[in-house]
């Protein structure tokens, strides 16, 4: 136990202050800080995943649970549907206002579109509702046969999608190889910089390797060496290529509370526009690692690349307005947890009124990502306006994305990429960053210098990268604080570094 006591029910907010204040006045050393920063995680993380609400809703509800059946009307708990197929089959029938509620301690396999005005919640006791796009426990002995190389198994179903993680228990992953094509004519596992051509080459316990190039043959092989992967676990799951939940153009005033995702190799819930979207006491994890570029199908500042570009954010929206995530779990996404973000083009943007607060969010390659333009194109036609980062929990900046990603040094709790000069309004304040494997916070040109940054609290280790905000690259240092306020756009930090 730390030294400080957190009452039962004061704020995320109002716990960060405490432990800021605490060591601040000298009450607290480094150690203690690290304990009670562990302490207070644990607890808001305990608070999410216990969550039970079960929100009202004016129109009509609809009930969905693994003792359901689909040839049900889906009114009531006791004539539920059954599967995430009946809800698609039916979601033109959905209107404003209504309320789609999952079996809390069931599993449901699929991914579904979001109904305009719509809210998915859960009902019942128990653990929240787990919305899995793959569509069956793999831990079966039948599914995985050897090949020609110990210790190596092909998945003994064809699959014609890409495969972006396999999850043995909910615990750990195995690493994926993303082969490159290189201009010399080798080819190589990128991430480990060596010699790569297929499933022989699979040396590391726990790496996995699947040609899903349109010519590929989309097998997958892994590399278990304590035997046939289905006798050893007891739950398999692989996160395809879909996102989980698709919010479209005219799909706003959507909600999302009280449910676990898991297992989408794309992203966990996203959409280009969305007016009026909340997310909120809802679990995210295990999300993305899927192909979004093969190699020559990049796009512009990506077309050099040699290797497939993966991808892979548990929340995103391209034009936000009104978007509001808070109190949300979110651990192990390929890249962000949560992100609103629009690539190069000339499309008109106009994002406002985002506010992301009381979220833990932790082994992920970035805790939050914003990006609006690029300012190679020089995008005058774009704005994000009003954006509130407060109160969140950001941890251990990596998580299996830093570990399988073929592109290093990008780590980051904060990543802004090609930011806009017209980003108005944007706080960040009361935040906890807690060490990450790279940066604190990454930046990628002057738009980042309009964003107002107070009364955060940074723990990194001495000498890790802190930021290239601003022109520079910050190291963690006893000094880095005196450098970054006398830039006058952080105030009332806390810096403490750990060796």
């Not at 079966?140 to 998945?155: E, H, I, K």
């Not at 750990?172 to 190589?188: I, M, N, P, Q, W």
């Not at 802004?416 to 916070?441: K, P, Q």
Request: aromatic share 12%; hydrophobic share 30%; charged share 25%.
């Amino acid at each position: 136990m730390s030294k400080i006591e957190f009452s039962a029910s004061a704020s995320q907010g109002a716990c960060i202050n405490q432990i800021k204040s605490a060591y601040d006045s000298g009450i607290i050393n480094k150690t203690e800080l690290s304990e009670a920063i562990e302490e207070l995680s644990q607890k808001r993380i305990a608070e999410i995943l216990e969550n039970q609400t079960t929100p009202a809703v004016v129109g009509t509800s609809y009930y969905i649970s693994n003792d359901g059946d689909d040839n049900n009307d889906g009114l009531s708990p006791e004539k539920a549907w059954k599967t995430i197929d009946k809800l698609n089959a039916e979601t033109e029938k959905l209107k404003i206002g209504d309320g789609v509620f999952f079996r809390r301690g069931d599993i449901f396999r699929g991914a579904f579109d979001a109904h305009e005005g719509v809210t998915y919640s859960a009902y019942g006791e128990g653990e929240k509702p787990r919305i899995y796009p793959w569509d069956k426990n793999s831990a079966d002995p039948a599914l995985w046969l050897p090949t020609d190389v110990t210790g190596v198994w092909l998945y003994a179903e064809d699959s014609e999608i890409d495969i972006g993680n396999v999850v043995f228990d909910d615990e750990f992953c195995a690493r994926k190889v993303y082969k490159s094509y290189e201009h010399d004519g080798t080819t190589l596992d990128y991430h480990k910089q060596s010699p790569f051509t297929d499933y022989h080459d699979l040396t590391e316990d726990f790496t996995f390797y699947q040609d899903s190039r349109p010519e590929g043959d989309k097998k997958l092989y892994l590399r278990c060496n304590k035997g046939n992967p289905g006798e050893i676990f007891s739950d398999i799951e692989m996160s395809k290529r879909v996102c989980c939940i698709r919010v479209g153009k005219k799909n706003d005033g959507v909600t999302v509370d009280n449910l676990r995702i898991s297992f989408a190799g794309i992203h966990g819930m996203a959409g280009h526009y969305g007016d009026n979207i909340t997310v909120r006491n809802c679990e995210f994890k295990w999300i993305g690692g899927c192909i979004q570029f093969q190699v020559g199908e990049a796009k512009s500042f990506f077309i050099e690349r040699t290797w497939p570009t993966p991808l892979g954010n548990a929340i995103e929206l391209g034009q936000a307005r009104n978007f509001n995530v808070y109190n949300n779990y979110i651990h192990q996404c390929y890249d962000a947890g949560i992100t609103h973000q629009w690539g190069p083009g000339t499309d008109p943007i106009h994002a406002r009124d985002i506010h992301y607060f009381d979220n833990v969010i932790t082994d992920c390659v970035y805790a939050i990502e914003i990006f609006y333009g690029d300012s190679m194109f020089k995008i005058s036609n774009r704005s994000c306006d009003n954006t509130l980062i407060e109160n969140n929990i950001l941890r251990c900046g990596g998580g299996f994305g830093h570990d399988a990603r073929p592109d290093q040094g990008v780590t980051a709790l904060i990543r802004y990429g090609r930011m806009l000069a017209a980003n108005t309004n944007h706080v960040v304040r009361g935040n906890i960053f807690d060490r990450s494997r790279e940066y604190m916070i990454t930046a990628r040109n002057d738009g980042m210098n309009a964003a107002r940054f107070c009364d955060n609290l940074y723990i990194h280790k001495y000498g890790g990268k802190f930021t290239n905000r601003l022109g520079g690259n910050f190291v963690m240092s006893d000094t880095v604080k005196d450098e970054l306020e006398r830039t006058g756009t952080e105030t009332g930090m806390t810096v403490v570094g750990i060796e």
